[in-house]
């Protein structure tokens, strides 16, 4: 008898639970959408560029924006750890980073807004619609059902996107490859003299290697579309073909976040 009000009494909290936990995924987007608006607002440069805490009203008026609005962007920011609150001189309420905001200055080893703009973008969003059809017996590729061709192909065609992508991959490529550096700098003094990157994106990966280890020569192979815009670095080759026909000859091949490109 004692068991059965004790899991009556579980049920009802867990079903309250459930009344609150709901509106997560009914709101779900919300997140993306309010980080993206702060990168597209240059929130985190505003803040990084002034002297101390930033109160409302000179972020407001900094970034050109309505401050009822802008107040409701910051609460769920700083409700998210993406900026605190501290007091100006003036004992008001103000603005300062946390490591968190820190990751969507445009600029800097650490940033991540790039990417999040790649993957908040529409053209990213909308193959996230197909993703039943891909899980479906003989479904398709949520980014085939979205635009008829793979993700490659449409970078191919649209060259403001393929600029995403790549700016997008720099982000982690920074953070990995300075992680590999810092833990593994031994694998890379061991006679290597030529690196390729497969599917090296813009570059950013080799640059980074070349520079830590200036010994080596990278070549940096990816599909012609974007080696042809990829910023020249010294010490990197950059080589243009498909992975799939040949991968240039070196002493060692790098690759990352690529093989999902295998299919
Ligand atoms: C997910 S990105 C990874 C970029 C980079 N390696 C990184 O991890 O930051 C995959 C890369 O593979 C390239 N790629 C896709 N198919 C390829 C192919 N058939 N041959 C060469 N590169 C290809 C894309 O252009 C893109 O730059």
């Excluded at 900094?62 to 409700?79: E, K």
């Excluded at 599917?199 to 070349?210: C, E, H, S």
């Amino acid at each position: 008898m004692e068991r059965t009000s004790r899991d009556s009494e579980m049920k009802e909290e867990e079903d309250v639970q459930a009344g609150v936990d709901i509106w997560k995924y009914v709101l779900g987007f919300a997140g993306i959408a309010v980080v993206k608006c702060a990168i597209e607002l240059g929130i985190a440069e505003a803040i990084e560029n002034h002297e101390g805490p930033m109160a409302l009203s000179e972020l407001s008026s900094t970034l050109g924006c309505v401050p009822f609005s802008l107040d409701r962007i910051m609460r769920f920011l700083v409700h998210h750890h993406f900026f605190k609150e501290e007091p100006t001189i003036q004992g008001t309420a103000g603005y300062v980073h946390t490591p968190l905001s820190r990751r969507l200055l445009r600029q800097g080893e650490d940033s991540m807004a790039d990417y999040i703009l790649l993957e908040s973008s529409p053209v990213m969003l909308a193959p996230w619609h197909h993703l039943s059809s891909r899980v479906r017996v003989n479904g398709t590729a949520a980014f085939e059902a979205a635009y008829g061709g793979d993700i490659w192909k449409y970078a191919a065609a649209n060259p403001a996107f393929s600029r995403l992508i790549n700016d997008a991959m720099a982000c982690d490529a920074r953070l990995a490859v300075s992680a590999i550096i810092e833990s593994c700098p031994k694998l890379f003094d061991t006679g290597i003299k030529t690196l390729v990157d497969v599917g090296g994106g813009n570059g950013t990966a080799l640059g980074k290697f070349v520079k830590a280890f200036p010994w080596i020569e990278g070549i940096n192979f990816d599909l012609p579309h974007v080696v042809s815009v990829a910023a020249k670095c010294e010490g990197v080759k950059q080589v243009g073909g498909d992975m799939f026909d040949s991968v240039p000859k070196a002493d060692a091949v790098f690759i990352m976040v690529s093989v999902f490109s295998l299919n």
